[in-house]
Protein backbone atom coordinates (compact mmCIF):
# COMPACT_ATOMS: atom_id res chain seq x y z
CA UNK A 1 0.00 0.00 0.00
CA UNK A 2 1.20 3.11 -0.64
CA UNK A 3 0.45 6.63 0.97
CA UNK A 4 -2.17 9.01 -0.83
CA UNK A 5 -0.16 12.18 0.15
CA UNK A 6 3.35 11.13 -0.77
CA UNK A 7 3.64 7.57 -2.37
CA UNK A 8 5.57 6.14 0.43
CA UNK A 9 5.31 2.85 0.76
CA UNK A 10 5.82 2.47 4.65
CA UNK A 11 2.83 2.84 6.72
CA UNK A 12 1.68 1.89 10.10
CA UNK A 13 -1.33 0.78 11.45
CA UNK A 14 -2.58 2.84 14.29
CA UNK A 15 -5.89 1.27 14.85
CA UNK A 16 -7.94 -1.09 13.72
CA UNK A 17 -11.79 -1.41 14.17
CA UNK A 18 -14.54 -4.01 12.79
CA UNK A 19 -17.65 -2.44 11.89
CA UNK A 20 -20.81 -3.40 13.80
CA UNK A 21 -21.89 -5.92 11.30
CA UNK A 22 -18.38 -7.19 11.46
CA UNK A 23 -18.52 -6.70 7.60
CA UNK A 24 -15.97 -4.14 7.55
CA UNK A 25 -12.64 -3.70 9.09
CA UNK A 26 -11.38 0.18 9.08
CA UNK A 27 -8.03 0.75 9.61
CA UNK A 28 -6.55 4.27 10.90
CA UNK A 29 -3.06 4.21 8.93
CA UNK A 30 -0.14 6.70 8.99
CA UNK A 31 2.61 7.27 6.47
CA UNK A 32 6.05 7.03 7.87
CA UNK A 33 7.79 9.49 5.75
CA UNK A 34 5.20 12.57 5.86
CA UNK A 35 3.35 11.44 9.04
CA UNK A 36 0.07 11.96 7.57
CA UNK A 37 -2.81 9.92 8.39
CA UNK A 38 -5.38 8.32 6.29
CA UNK A 39 -8.21 5.61 6.36
CA UNK A 40 -8.61 1.90 4.94
CA UNK A 41 -11.88 -0.07 4.65
CA UNK A 42 -11.27 -3.99 4.40
CA UNK A 43 -14.34 -6.24 3.27
CA UNK A 44 -14.49 -9.17 2.37
CA UNK A 45 -15.36 -9.93 -1.58
CA UNK A 46 -18.74 -11.41 -3.34
CA UNK A 47 -17.16 -14.86 -3.73
CA UNK A 48 -20.09 -16.87 -2.59
CA UNK A 49 -22.06 -16.25 -6.21
CA UNK A 50 -24.94 -18.94 -6.29
CA UNK A 51 -27.46 -19.43 -9.34
CA UNK A 52 -30.64 -20.21 -8.72
CA UNK A 53 -31.68 -22.84 -11.63
CA UNK A 54 -35.30 -22.94 -13.35
CA UNK A 55 -36.35 -26.22 -10.90
CA UNK A 56 -34.93 -24.28 -7.97
CA UNK A 57 -31.91 -26.00 -7.77
CA UNK A 58 -28.91 -23.90 -6.80
CA UNK A 59 -25.44 -23.91 -8.67
CA UNK A 60 -22.23 -22.20 -7.73
CA UNK A 61 -21.68 -19.56 -10.03
CA UNK A 62 -19.41 -20.87 -12.71
CA UNK A 63 -17.79 -18.55 -15.68
CA UNK A 64 -17.51 -21.66 -17.88
CA UNK A 65 -20.57 -22.17 -18.07
CA UNK A 66 -21.78 -19.05 -18.79
CA UNK A 67 -19.11 -18.75 -21.41
CA UNK A 68 -19.61 -22.02 -23.09
CA UNK A 69 -23.67 -21.06 -23.45
CA UNK A 70 -22.25 -17.67 -25.55
CA UNK A 71 -19.54 -20.30 -27.97
CA UNK A 72 -22.29 -22.37 -28.67
CA UNK A 73 -24.62 -19.69 -30.06
CA UNK A 74 -21.84 -17.34 -31.08
CA UNK A 75 -20.51 -20.38 -33.88
CA UNK A 76 -20.03 -19.59 -37.31
CA UNK A 77 -21.46 -16.10 -35.95
CA UNK A 78 -19.51 -12.83 -36.57
CA UNK A 79 -18.92 -12.86 -33.08
CA UNK A 80 -15.09 -13.22 -32.19
CA UNK A 81 -13.85 -14.74 -29.20
CA UNK A 82 -12.75 -10.81 -27.66
CA UNK A 83 -16.94 -10.17 -27.89
CA UNK A 84 -17.77 -13.51 -25.90
CA UNK A 85 -15.10 -12.48 -23.38
CA UNK A 86 -16.20 -9.03 -22.90
CA UNK A 87 -19.96 -10.19 -22.59
CA UNK A 88 -18.61 -12.61 -19.30
CA UNK A 89 -16.30 -9.94 -18.38
CA UNK A 90 -19.26 -7.37 -18.05
CA UNK A 91 -21.94 -9.49 -16.73
CA UNK A 92 -19.56 -10.60 -13.99
CA UNK A 93 -18.85 -7.26 -13.11
CA UNK A 94 -23.09 -6.64 -12.62
CA UNK A 95 -23.34 -9.96 -10.92
CA UNK A 96 -20.73 -9.07 -8.18
CA UNK A 97 -21.28 -5.49 -7.80
CA UNK A 98 -25.59 -6.32 -6.71
CA UNK A 99 -25.91 -6.92 -3.42
CA UNK A 100 -27.52 -10.07 -3.31
CA UNK A 101 -25.66 -13.30 -3.18
CA UNK A 102 -28.41 -15.56 -5.57
CA UNK A 103 -29.18 -14.76 -9.36
CA UNK A 104 -31.59 -16.70 -11.28
CA UNK A 105 -30.00 -18.11 -14.08
CA UNK A 106 -33.19 -16.50 -16.35
CA UNK A 107 -31.35 -13.13 -14.89
CA UNK A 108 -28.36 -14.34 -16.47
CA UNK A 109 -29.96 -15.71 -19.71
CA UNK A 110 -31.37 -12.03 -20.07
CA UNK A 111 -28.35 -10.64 -19.77
CA UNK A 112 -26.84 -12.41 -22.27
CA UNK A 113 -29.74 -11.64 -24.64
CA UNK A 114 -29.52 -8.13 -24.36
CA UNK A 115 -25.68 -7.65 -25.22
CA UNK A 116 -26.25 -10.52 -28.23
CA UNK A 117 -28.69 -8.76 -29.20
CA UNK A 118 -26.44 -5.58 -29.95
CA UNK A 119 -23.60 -7.40 -31.32
CA UNK A 120 -25.13 -10.23 -33.56
CA UNK A 121 -28.93 -11.25 -34.59
CA UNK A 122 -27.48 -15.03 -35.75
CA UNK A 123 -26.33 -15.76 -32.23
CA UNK A 124 -28.92 -13.62 -30.36
CA UNK A 125 -31.73 -16.06 -32.12
CA UNK A 126 -29.58 -18.99 -31.79
CA UNK A 127 -29.30 -18.38 -27.60
CA UNK A 128 -32.85 -17.17 -27.45
CA UNK A 129 -34.52 -20.23 -28.92
CA UNK A 130 -32.47 -22.04 -26.49
CA UNK A 131 -33.11 -19.91 -23.42
CA UNK A 132 -36.76 -19.10 -24.44
CA UNK A 133 -37.76 -22.67 -25.20
CA UNK A 134 -38.26 -23.11 -20.77
CA UNK A 135 -39.75 -19.76 -20.68
CA UNK A 136 -41.83 -18.48 -23.58
CA UNK A 137 -42.78 -19.57 -26.56
CA UNK A 138 -44.47 -16.83 -27.43
CA UNK A 139 -41.88 -14.21 -26.10
CA UNK A 140 -39.72 -15.70 -29.19
CA UNK A 141 -41.99 -15.59 -31.78
CA UNK A 142 -42.16 -11.54 -30.86
CA UNK A 143 -38.49 -11.49 -30.79
CA UNK A 144 -38.12 -13.00 -34.32
CA UNK A 145 -40.83 -10.55 -35.21
CA UNK A 146 -38.61 -7.85 -33.86
CA UNK A 147 -36.11 -8.52 -35.88
CA UNK A 148 -37.32 -8.82 -38.85
ZN1 LIG B 1 3.25 9.97 3.10
Redesign the pocket.
Known amino acids: MK??????EE?VVLESRESEDNEVTRRRRE??????RFTTYERVENISLKIVKKDDRMENYDRAKIKNGLLKACEKSNCSQEDIENIVDDIEMRLMARKTTQVSSSDIGRMILTRLKKLDPVAYLRFASVFLEFTDVQEFKAQIKELS
Do not use: T
Open positions: CPFCKHICKRCQK
